[in-house]
């Protein structure tokens, strides 16, 4: 645009010169013939000599006006150029652009056809909703486990302290695990910062099961060995704990609601402990957690 606008200028500049000269050199050209005859009819010779300093002038604004064109055109030429490339750089834009539309414009369709409720704003927060659990549920169903073994990595373990401290997230849970393909529904639960009296001095860690959709067909109260362990980077020593279900216990009993309360041990690991580099349970700011259920006979 800077551009265009600037050959418009150039274009109305020239224009004008011309016409202006155009007057004046009609002007100039009364003038002069009026001084020619002045001279012509006082002075014997005169008119000879104002005609030629006359051509001489004229001669001099020519080629100044000369000069001035091929800057123009040359300026023009240039102009020209950039022009065409922005013409093409625009159709070429607006090509993907027109490819992007459609293919958002089939998505609208795509989604327009699911049978979400609402209309409007409603309609917009319940399509939002739904593709967050999608998310949940692909989340999940990448680090699912079916075989009664869950190795849980924590990352960021220093930061996750420092919430915990602070009160800010007080404890973590694992993506849900299985016994089997259709088995039971477990997570593993940390308080990296204790639990009720361990609260400051140890690690809690606690295991909980949860409503799975093939409930009805199994066993109740929850009949396996939990085995929790912390695994030594070195590795060095692990340290482990285990869990005998008691039928007696609600933890165990079939779950009501998505998750029954949690069982474990509020006095899993001192802090002093999960932090010295001699075991070394934390490196490169990450640990790791291990659950094995196994069959109590």
Excluded at 123 to 135: F, Q, T
Aim: charged content about 20%; glycine content about 10%.
């Amino acid at each position: 645009m800077h551009l265009l606008l600037l050959l418009q200028h150039q274009l109305r500049a020239s224009s004008g010169a011309c016409a202006r000269f155009a007057d004046s050199e009609v002007s100039t050209g009364l003038f002069q013939g009026a001084l020619e005859m002045d001279s012509f009819s006082g002075q014997p010779g005169g008119g000879e000599a104002a005609r030629g300093n006359s051509l001489s002038g004229r001669t001099t604004r020519v080629c100044l006006l000369q000069s001035k064109l091929e800057v123009c055109e040359g300026i023009a030429s240039v102009l020209s150029k950039e022009l065409a490339t922005s013409c093409q750089r625009i159709q070429d834009h607006r090509g993907v652009d027109q490819d992007m539309i459609c293919a958002l414009e089939l998505k609208v369709k795509g989604h327009g056809g699911r049978g979400f409720k609402g209309s409007g704003g409603t309609g917009e927060l319940n399509k939002d909703a739904a593709l967050v659990r999608l998310e949940e549920q692909l989340r999940s169903t990448e680090h699912a486990s079916y075989d009664g073994t869950f190795l849980w990595k924590i990352t960021e373990v220093h930061q996750k302290f420092y919430e915990a401290a602070c009160g800010k997230v007080c404890s973590f849970h694992s993506p849900a695990f299985y016994t089997s393909r259709y088995g039971y529904k477990l997570c593993m639960k940390i308080f990296l910062n204790g639990e009720g009296r361990a609260t400051g001095t140890h690690v809690s860690l606690f295991i909980a099961l949860l409503r799975g959709g093939y409930d009805a067909l199994l066993q109740w109260p929850f009949p396996h060995k939990i085995t929790l362990m912390l695994l030594s980077q070195n590795p060095r020593e692990h340290l482990l704990n285990t869990i005998h279900p008691e039928a007696t216990s609600k933890a165990f009993q079939r779950p009501t609601t998505e998750t029954n309360e949690a069982c474990g041990f509020p006095w899993f690991v001192s802090l002093t402990k999960l932090q010295s580099p001699t075991y070394a349970y934390i490196r490169e700011g990450a640990l790791f957690l291990k659950c094995i259920i196994e069959d109590s006979s």
